[in-house]
């Protein structure tokens, strides 16, 4: 995975204003994490230490689906999104950009379709906003 996550992957959470278009009815959380399972921001609606255990799990998830993509047609075959549904909630995760996934916890009394459609909408904003992070020189963060 490229340095620029690892970069946003410390304690600060400095994208997390971007997630909070996903705010509604129904949302427990949501997580913006590197396909490699590194927490880059999460919203408030979870403590940091649990959006690094969801980042993690979350990418194994997505790994998950990509060892079934021959079964909807060939190996080549790329994960839009998964969808979980538990007992209690949902775990919707999302391609969000080059090496950036979405993740997003919900309770069951929420609208799927619009949760889907909010991240599909994020989803496209986030490559430009994680491609424009100011860096230091040095390789060691955000400034």
Same mark, same amino acid.
């Given at each position: 995975?490229?340095?620029?996550?690892?970069?946003? /992957?410390?304690?600060?959470?400095n994208?997390?204003?971007?997630?909070?278009?996903?705010?509604?009815?129904?949302?427990?959380?949501?997580?913006?994490?590197?396909?490699?399972?590194?927490?880059?921001?999460?919203?408030?609606?979870?403590?940091?230490?649990?959006?690094?255990?969801?980042?993690?799990?979350?990418?194994?998830?997505?790994?998950l689906?990509? /060892?079934?993509s021959?079964?909807?047609?060939?190996?080549?075959n /790329?994960?839009?999104?998964?969808?979980?549904?538990?007992?209690e909630?949902?775990?919707?995760?999302?391609a969000?950009?080059?090496? /950036?996934?979405?993740?997003?916890?919900?309770?069951?009394?929420?609208?799927?379709?619009?949760?889907?459609?909010?991240?599909?909408?994020?989803?496209?904003?986030v490559?430009?906003?994680?491609?424009?992070?100011?860096?230091?020189?040095?390789?060691?963060?955000?400034?």
């Amino acid at each position: 995975m490229g340095s620029r996550h690892a970069q946003v /992957a410390d304690g600060r959470n400095n994208l997390g204003w971007l997630l909070k278009e996903l705010d509604g009815p129904g949302v427990r959380f949501a997580v913006l994490l590197s396909d490699d399972g590194m927490r880059i921001a999460h919203s408030e609606g979870v403590a940091v230490a649990d959006a690094e255990r969801f980042a993690a799990a979350a990418s194994g998830l997505q790994s998950l689906g990509k /060892a079934l993509s021959e079964f909807c047609g060939g190996p080549s075959n /790329a994960v839009r999104q998964n969808m979980t549904e538990y007992d209690e909630g949902m775990i919707f995760i999302t391609a969000a950009g080059d090496g /950036a996934l979405l993740g997003v916890s919900t309770t069951t009394a929420v609208d799927v379709g619009l949760v889907a459609h909010r991240m599909n909408q994020l989803a496209a904003r986030v490559g430009h906003e994680l491609g424009s992070e100011p860096r230091r020189g040095d390789g060691g963060g955000l400034t």
